[in-house]
């Protein structure tokens, strides 16, 4: 009331307080500290809101995992090295000098650390006793465990367990007439031979297969391939006999063959013998570099043709016909052959001139070949003196023994046999189910950055684009582990026809590779029951299959280095993500890009399209081609076998790349940093990408690596791919015409 009047003055502004009466001074103190209050309690809710929303940069993610990955990010750079000098030297310097190879063998990379690991925990679940109630599956996965692991009676079996083998196989000549020799050349049949030899899923001569038919998916159909040869590529055949290879690798044989009490001299000069008859069929392979166009791959021929087109022989009693409806007649299968059943030769020049090379040599040195090549697969199962001397070659070719502890050896073993059932226990135990949804949301965005990236391209046709996006969206995914295991009928059905023996290692080998066979080739004819995803959960890999027009990432990947649901999301773009657009870009390497969506091989693209694709491809294949590897004496990577790898990398980086911002920005800002790194998330991001691939080796793993592809070295993996990236650049300032940085760059997808 007066305050209004006497409110012009200053003076008067204390007493328009001391004017009120007591009451009302009372409340307007209350008003006063609600007031503060309610600021207050505003103040704390806005905190903790921000906090919680999107602009906790200033704030490391503090997560184990998070700070995990800090460690093994640190650990793996080598500060001391430029980015723009060298990535891989820079992401990788730190871990390969804090390892090395272990003398069990020839190389590490960051996925043995992760695959040993699985390992160990793959040990723990097939070392706990049977339970009550265990599901047959199970029950014969430990039991072949076992039987692996009794070194006890492996010792006390000796080498009997081999000779009913070799009896069934009409001798090994080299044996003379110990056990196990006894050979009659009168008897001799190559189709007998090769056929018997096969029902162990050895494949000495010939390599036949039942595969879908790449032109008609509806269909499978029996394929012949080279065989391929024992030591690892075609090169190490040239070398001179007095070399450390050619001689350990006699030595071998001959070692084994006394073993069986074969005569030392007649040994030497039958390896010998055999040495050149490997060499010369190894001299009429196609090589690698002509095995990438897969229409020269696929050609087709009723049985009743092939006599008119490869050479037959009375003399080793041998006809194509004969071969194949002998082959198909083998226990368990026995189909009758039809003429018009068709056949899709694959090495065609090898298969013209097989005959004519085997009929330069004696019967005896053809048979001791074909029973080495299944004699030299069953070593690692005969007792542990055997694996010494295996152990003394793979020295000599690899650099190291490769000799593991047995317990790893069992474990692949049951892998590679009963690899779904012991891949439902680790799941089970050890898989993260949030992970599928994850990857599966991840492999969204990565091909949807795909199709954005196909959308910009202008080498390509707009025709060829709408199919190739067709393509993207066709492709299917299998991720983690297929449901069907965890089904005990289902799994059980799946290995119905498997007999394990608790104690008899040997025999169930035996049993197991015949299974294979048989399995194998029914699909000829039936509808087996098999699950649809049949590679084991617990692999360490991804993979994409042209045929099936699918990726596929098992439980094993789906793990820290390369996933984890608390990494932050540059980690896993980074990992697992530059492995999903990998994967996806090999659907569109030059191979790959042979399949339409369907999987089948039909040309879907226009000849321009092509034209185009080829001259690009080169950019890459001298890219790659000009790589020297410092780690063997500067040898050089093969940029055509590497190819479609390089591609795919390639393509994969960007990708995921991409998917990654588009992340960010959906999210509004960056991402926390990781604890107690100035790292930024882009850096994060190229430096996940280069460390799932730290290498060290040995030089002789080096050089093997390099002959026989398909990868590039991991050094060319990581610089190769990140030259060709101007955001890879961006992200570390790579000044122009650095190493990391030139300015001729290669580009596809
Ligand atoms: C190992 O094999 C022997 C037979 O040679 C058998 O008596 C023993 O029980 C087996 N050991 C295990 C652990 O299965
Ligand atoms: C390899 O094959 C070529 C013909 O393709 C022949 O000239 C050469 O002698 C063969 N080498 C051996 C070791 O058989
Ligand atoms: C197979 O032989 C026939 C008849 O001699 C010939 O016409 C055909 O071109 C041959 N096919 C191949 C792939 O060599
Ligand atoms: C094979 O195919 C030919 C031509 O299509 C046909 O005349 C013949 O009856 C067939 N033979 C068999 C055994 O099916
Ligand atoms: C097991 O063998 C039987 C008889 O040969 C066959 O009918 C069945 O399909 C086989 N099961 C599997 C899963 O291979
Ligand atoms: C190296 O690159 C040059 C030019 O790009 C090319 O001509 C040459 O073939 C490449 N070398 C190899 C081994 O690829
Ligand atoms: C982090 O890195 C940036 C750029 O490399 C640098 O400028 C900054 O000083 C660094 N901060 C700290 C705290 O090391
Ligand atoms: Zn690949």
Known sequence: MESGEKGDSPRNREPWFRGRTRTERILLVLALVLILLCAALICVVVYISVKLGSSDNFQACDKLECIRAAARVADGIDFSVDPCDNFYEYACGGWMKNHVIPSDRSFLASFSILRDTVQVKLKQVLEEDISEGE??????????????????????????????????????????????????????????????????????????????????????????????????????????????????????????AIEFGADEEQARRDMEDILDLETNLVNITTPLEDRRDNEKLYNKFTVGEMKLNFTESKELDFTWRGYIQQLLQIDGVEFDLDENQTVIVVDIQYMKRLIPVLLQFPKRTITNYAVWRIMNNRIKDLPDRFRQYLGEYLKVLYGSSHIRSRWRKCVDVVVNYLGLPIGRLFVQRHFDEEAKAGISDMSDNILDSFRTILSELD????????????????????????????????????????????????????????????????????????????????????????????????????????????????????????????????????????????????????????????????????????????????????????????????????????????FVSKRGSEENPLPGLNITHDQLFFINFAQIRCTIAEKKNFVNHLMTGPHSPSRFRVTGTLQNLPVFSEAFQCPKDSYMNPRHKCRLW
Not at 209 to 235: A, F, Q, T, W
Not at 466 to 479: H, N, T
Not at 530 to 539: F, Q
């Open 459 to 662: 080498w390509m046709d707009k025709d060829t684009r709408e199919v190739a996006e067709e393509k993207a969206l066709f492709i299917k995914r299998k991720i983690g582990y297929e449901d069907s295991i965890l089904d005990d009928d289902l799994l059980n059905r799946r290995y119905e026809n498997v007999t394990i023996h608790p104690v008899n290692y040997f025999e169930n080998m035996l049993f197991l590779l015949k299974r294979t066979v048989i399995d194998d080739l029914l699909e000829l004819r039936t509808n087996l029951y098999r699950m649809e995803w049949e590679v084991a959960p617990s692999t360490v890999n991804a993979y994409y299959s042209p045929p099936q027009n699918r990726i596929m990432f098992p439980a094993g990947i789906l793990q820290p280095p390369y996933y984890h649901k608390d990494y932050p999301r540059s980690l896993n773009y980074g990992g697992i993500g530059t492995l999903i657009g990998h994967e996806i870009t090999h659907g569109f390497d030059d191979r790959g890009r042979q399949y339409n969506k369907e999987g089948e091989l039909h040309e879907w693209w226009s000849k321009r399209s092509v034209d185009k694709f080829k001259d690009l491809q080169t950019c890459f294949i001298n890219q790659y081609g000009n790589f020297s590897s410092p780690e063997a004496d500067g040898m050089k990577v093969n940029g055509i076998i590497t190819l479609g790898e390089n591609i795919a990398d390639n393509g994969g980086v960007l990708q995921s790349y991409r998917a990654y911002r588009n």
């Open 135 to 256: 599901i047959e599956a199970i029950v014969k996965a430990k039991n072949l465990y076992g039987s692996c692991m009794n070194t006890t009676n492996l010792k006390a079996v000796g080498i009997s367990v081999a000779l009913p083998l070799l009896r069934e196989i009409g001798g090994w000549p080299i044996l003379g007439t110990n056990e196990g020799g006894n050979w009659r050349e009168g008897d001799f049949s190559l189709t007998s031979l090769i056929v018997t030899i096969n029902k162990y899923s050895n494949v000495p001569y010939i390599y036949p297969y039942v595969y879908l038919d790449s032109k008609d998916k509806k269909r499978r159909v029996l394929y012949l391939d080279n065989p391929g040869s024992i030591l690892p590529e075609r090169k190490h055949y040239d070398q001179p006999r007095d070399s450390p290879l050619m001689k350990a690798y006699v030595d071998l044989g001959v070692k084994v």
